[in-house]
Antibody, heavy 123, light 112 residues
């Protein structure tokens, strides 16, 4: 059974960089059938797609965050990571990693999610 | 960006009754070359990640009870729970994957 687990600091200071890692078990990041991605959810609010990465490093980012986001993949460690720079309080959210079905070379629906990790931006 | 708008924002339904949640996209998510609607539905319970219920607008994910069904095409979609169970209390989201950025509806809170 595929499992995804987010890890990283729960508290980040304003203007610093948020860094999270998603460790995948029970499956391989090297599969050509999937994208791997990050989604966030501010407390009490809805879901926002951050971006995706393919096993070869190809990425899609949300244009609203693109200038601050980097997603990288390490297939040897079965991990992928998110970096979000210059954070403010509006970046406070539960961050989820997930597996996206891939069709026609694009990321589609998310069929597996991590449990999520709350990141608070505060001094 | 494709804007997804759900209605209502919240809904109270009695046990055993039908629940209907609507989702409207700001542009069509029907890809005419394959006649597929690029829309998914998720269920999120408190403190849990979202759970995939339906993709391609009407294909139920493995293990999802058949009381959940999806319908619609183009810009207008519906999630129907035919006979509400207590465990169906949750927030429901639609998501389009026709194009990036992938976007979600604002959510519909379903209560008993």
């Amino acid at each position: 059974q595929l499992q995804l687990q987010e890890s990283g600091p729960g508290l980040v200071k304003p203007s610093e960089t948020l860094s999270l890692t998603c460790t995948v078990s029970g499956g391989s990041l090297s599969s050509s059938s999937y994208y791997w991605g990050w989604i966030r959810q501010p407390p009490g609010k809805g879901l926002e797609w951050i971006g995706n990465i393919y096993y070869n490093g190809f990425t899609y980012y949300n244009p609203s965050l693109q200038s601050r986001v980097t997603i990288i993949i390490d297939t040897s460690q079965n991990q992928f990571s998110l970096k979000l720079s210059s954070v403010t309080a509006t970046d406070t959210a539960v961050y989820y990693c997930g597996r996206h079905e891939r069709s026609e070379n694009y990321p589609r629906w998310i069929d597996y999610w991590g449990q999520g990790t709350l990141v608070t931006v505060s001094s | 960006d494709i804007v997804m708008t759900q209605s209502p924002d919240s809904l109270a339904v009695s046990l055993g009754e039908r629940a209907t949640i609507n989702c409207k996209s700001s542009q069509s998510v029907l890809y005419r070359s394959n006649n597929k609607n690029y829309l998914a539905w998720f269920q999120q319970k408190p403190g849990q990640p979202p759970k995939l219920l339906i993709f391609w607008a009407s294909t139920r994910e493995s293990g999802v009870p058949d009381r959940f069904s999806g319908s619609g095409s183009g810009t207008d979609f519906t999630l129907t729970i035919s006979s509400l169970q207590a465990e169906d209390v949750a927030v429901y989201y639609c998501q389009q994957y026709y194009t990036t950025p992938l976007t979600f509806g604002q959510g519909t809170k379903l209560e008993i």
